[in-house]
């Protein structure tokens, strides 16, 4: 069973910045696809950023969030998310999920998710 605790999330204003982690636990972390999703209220969740097991890959949807970045620290079992330029409709809860393969709408192990708020 794989634990994921993320931390990160706050109050920025618009064009500010900020970084998310999600530290993982209780399983091989370097063998675990890693992706963030978030939530918006009253919409549906959405894949953001996916990483491969080594970071050499990592897997963006098709509307692009050139804004957004994502890396791990295999050695801290850590994955980010580094989000520039931060815009009021990013605001959502974001999750930090792990799989054992290249998923995009689903995961295996979900976290508690953390709030990203931008204000205008």
């Known amino acids: 069973q794989v634990q994921l605790v993320e931390s990160g999330g706050g109050l920025v204003q618009a064009g500010g910045s900020l970084r998310l982690s999600c530290v993982a636990s209780?399983?091989?972390?370097?063998?675990?696809?890693m992706g963030w999703f978030r939530q918006a209220p009253g919409k549906v969740r959405e894949f953001v950023l996916g990483?491969?097991?080594?970071?050499?890959?990592?897997y963006i949807p098709v509307s692009g969030k050139g804004r957004f970045t994502i890396s791990r620290d295999n050695a801290k079992n850590t994955v980010y998310l580094q989000m520039n330029n931060l815009k009021p409709e990013d605001t959502a809860v974001y999750y930090c999920?792990?799989?054992?393969?290249?998923?995009?709408?689903?995961?295996?192990?979900w976290g508690q998710g953390t709030q990203v708020t931008v204000s205008s």
């Open positions: 209780g399983g091989t972390f370097s063998r675990y696809f």
């Open positions: 999920a792990a799989a054992s393969q290249v998923v995009t709408t689903s995961a295996d192990y």
């Open positions: 990483i491969d097991w080594s970071g050499d890959r990592t």
